[in-house]
């Protein structure tokens, strides 16, 4: 097939024949036994024969999975590029939404297009640290949690509700050190302010961190204990934080029980993914979409670090905020977050509640493209409107549950949730995207900007014309 021709939908619907055609019986037995991912993943991943069936396919359904998107990639970035006038967010937190709920319920509604990584290429070096039958369970988990979205790939919407695209899966050399500098950057910022004292670079903390061989030693010298956070869901007291990381996957991989080893790594690896989250999102226009108040903890750190550094250059004040979406009589905002995916589908086809689903574009996209000079005296605005848009926008919903207006079968009544929407944005003038220190014209000075990789300089030449500034969206349920 001529790449040059094929349609969106029908990438996305060839992607789905590849990942069913090796997954699509236990996707089937997950079906018809009203089973989670979860559990069908442990079920089989207990079973010698399918492990055996499993590992054995393992090189060669990777090869075809990559094979397909060394196609396919390109094409698919300038379909999500092409999507104007649409607020396109892009998830991002974990290596695919999870399980428990589908992203598209909980955000369909409020954006255009979710869109979402490929799990597999996410994996692909990360199983290698497991043995066989972890290697089932993770593929079986992944393949049936991304085959429940196959039905949201609809050819008749204007607008598709999800889109599945890799991550490069092979960087060049300095693209990874890159993204590694700026880590080691942020790292060292952060953990400025959480001992409270300085380190001339990220192996001046590692020599510092090495010290801190128990929980004493590392406790005895934190002096902001707030920004010790390893799981915000998991309880906020310091030594529970302790505690759990220690229990936790970095300890794990690490393969210690150093406590001040850990929390470095932790925190290189999240400030990492954070800044990669950044630049990735930008290379697609989008928006990122966080539904992990862990991931959520660190991109406001990250850009607020980035902040501090223009607003002395530039001397402005106020260029980043976060702000939570409530009702003002409530410590909650009720919203449309538990959307079957089959009313999602008929509520687009129909365009229904398309003044709803338009609050958070126009706020988003207007905050983005604010201008610094003004910022700090537009957003408090900007935000007001969305808040008091929301407002009318749960009357609206009360007002419909009233009168039954149901789709696919479904009550409107039914989709009502409560929890946090929360919006955070930066105002720069000109884009950045989270390269601590590396800015563009006033900041980023003729030594630095040549030690940018190419595919950086590519961006920001790209993104010079588009001004957008650094935007993002949570999305968070209550427990």
Same mark, same amino acid.
């Given at each position: &097939?001529?790449?040059?021709?094929?349609?969106?939908?029908? +990438?996305?619907?060839?992607?789905?024949?590849?990942?069913?055609?090796?997954?699509?019986? =236990?996707?089937?037995? &997950?079906?018809?036994?009203? *089973?989670?991912?979860?559990?069908?993943?442990?079920?089989?991943?207990?079973?010698?024969?399918?492990?055996?069936?499993?590992?054995?396919?393992?090189?060669?359904?990777?090869?075809?999975?990559?094979?397909?998107?060394?196609?396919?990639?390109?094409?698919? /970035?300038?379909?999500?590029?092409?999507?104007?006038?649409?607020?396109?967010?892009?998830?991002?937190? #974990?290596?695919?939404?999870?399980?428990?709920?589908?992203?598209?319920?909980?955000?369909?509604?409020?954006? #255009?297009?979710?869109?979402?990584?490929?799990?597999? +290429?996410? /994996?692909?070096?990360?199983?290698?640290?497991? #043995?066989?039958?972890?290697?089932?369970?993770?593929?079986?988990?992944?393949?049936?949690?991304?085959?429940?979205?196959?039905?949201?790939?609809?050819?008749?919407?204007?607008?598709?509700?999800? /889109?599945?695209?890799?991550?490069?899966?092979?960087?060049? $050399?300095?693209?990874?050190?890159? =993204?590694?500098?700026?880590?080691?950057?942020?790292?060292?910022?952060?953990?400025?302010?959480?001992?409270?004292? #300085?380190?001339?670079?990220?192996?001046?903390?590692?020599?510092?961190?090495?010290?801190?061989?128990?929980?004493?030693?590392?406790?005895? !010298?934190?002096?902001?204990?707030?920004?010790?956070?390893?799981?915000?869901?998991?309880?906020?007291?310091?030594? $529970?934080?302790i505690n759990y990381a220690l229990d936790g996957e970095t300890a794990q991989l690490l393969k210690t029980k150093h406590i001040g080893k850990i929390f470095t790594m932790h925190l290189l690896g999240r400030m990492i993914a954070t800044n990669k989250m950044l630049i990735e999102?930008?290379?697609?226009?989008?928006t990122p979409i966080i539904d992990a108040p862990t991931s959520w903890k660190y991109l406001n750190w990250k850009l607020k670090y980035d902040v501090n550094n223009i607003e002395k250059e530039l001397s402005l004040t106020n260029l980043h905020m976060t702000r939570a979406i409530?009702?003002?009589?409530?410590?909650? &905002?009720?919203w449309l977050g538990n959307v079957p995916v089959k009313s999602l589908i008929e509520l687009r086809k129909t365009e229904a509640l398309d003044e709803i689903r338009s609050i958070l574009s126009i706020g988003v996209n207007k905050m983005a493209r604010e201008n610094p000079t003004?910022?700090?005296?537009?957003?408090?605005?900007?935000?007001?409107?969305?808040?008091?848009?929301?407002?009318?926008?749960?009357?609206?919903? !009360?007002?419909?549950?009233?009168?039954?207006?149901?789709?696919?079968?479904?009550?409107?009544?039914?989709?009502?949730?409560?929890?946090?929407?929360?919006?955070?944005?930066?105002?720069?003038?000109?884009? /950045?995207?989270?390269?601590?220190?590396?800015?563009?014209?006033?900041?980023?000075?003729?030594?630095?900007? !040549?030690?940018?990789?190419?595919?950086?300089?590519? *961006?920001?030449?790209?993104?010079?014309? *588009?001004? *957008?500034?650094?935007?993002?969206?949570?999305?968070?349920?209550?427990?």
């Open positions: &097939m001529n790449t040059q021709y094929i349609s969106l939908n029908d +990438i996305q619907n060839e992607y789905f024949l590849l990942v069913k055609k090796e997954f699509g019986q =236990y996707y089937q037995y &997950m079906r018809s036994h009203n *089973l989670t991912p979860h559990e069908v993943g442990y079920h089989f991943s207990e079973e010698k024969d399918t492990i055996k069936i499993i590992t054995n396919k393992i090189p060669q359904f990777f090869e075809s999975i990559s094979t397909f998107w060394e196609k396919y990639r390109n094409l698919t /970035i300038q379909y999500i590029r092409n999507q104007e006038d649409s607020l396109v967010t892009s998830f991002n937190g #974990d290596f695919f939404p999870s399980y428990k709920e589908n992203i598209a319920s909980k955000c369909g509604v409020y954006t #255009d297009t979710i869109v979402l990584p490929d799990p597999f +290429i996410r /994996i692909k070096e990360y199983i290698k640290t497991h #043995d066989n039958q972890g290697k089932v369970y993770k593929l079986i988990l992944y393949s049936t949690n991304l085959l429940q979205y196959e039905e949201l790939v609809q050819p008749e919407l204007k607008r598709p509700i999800i /889109i599945i695209i890799p991550d490069e899966e092979d960087l060049e $050399k300095e693209d990874r050190t890159f =993204y590694s500098t700026l880590g080691k950057n942020d790292s060292t910022i952060h953990a400025k302010l959480v001992f409270g004292q #300085d380190f001339d670079s990220f192996d001046d903390l590692l020599i510092f961190t090495n010290t801190l061989d128990s929980k004493e030693k590392f406790i005895s !010298k934190i002096k902001d204990s707030s920004k010790v956070l390893f799981d915000i869901e998991h309880e906020r007291k310091l030594i $529970k934080q999102s930008r290379k697609l226009q989008a409530q009702n003002l009589s409530k410590n909650e &905002m009720q003004n910022f700090y005296r537009t957003s408090d605005k900007v935000f007001d409107n969305i808040n008091l848009a929301f407002i009318e926008h749960e009357k609206k919903i !009360k007002e419909l549950s009233l009168k039954k207006w149901r789709f696919a079968g479904n009550d409107i009544g039914s989709w009502l949730v409560a929890g946090a929407v929360e919006i955070t944005a930066v105002a720069t003038g000109t884009p /950045i995207w989270g390269l601590a220190s590396f800015f563009v014209n006033q900041v980023l000075d003729t030594p630095k900007l !040549k030690e940018l990789p190419l595919s950086i300089k590519k *961006l920001i030449e790209d993104s010079r014309e *588009l001004r *957008l500034s650094p935007t993002g969206i949570l999305f968070n349920l209550s427990k």
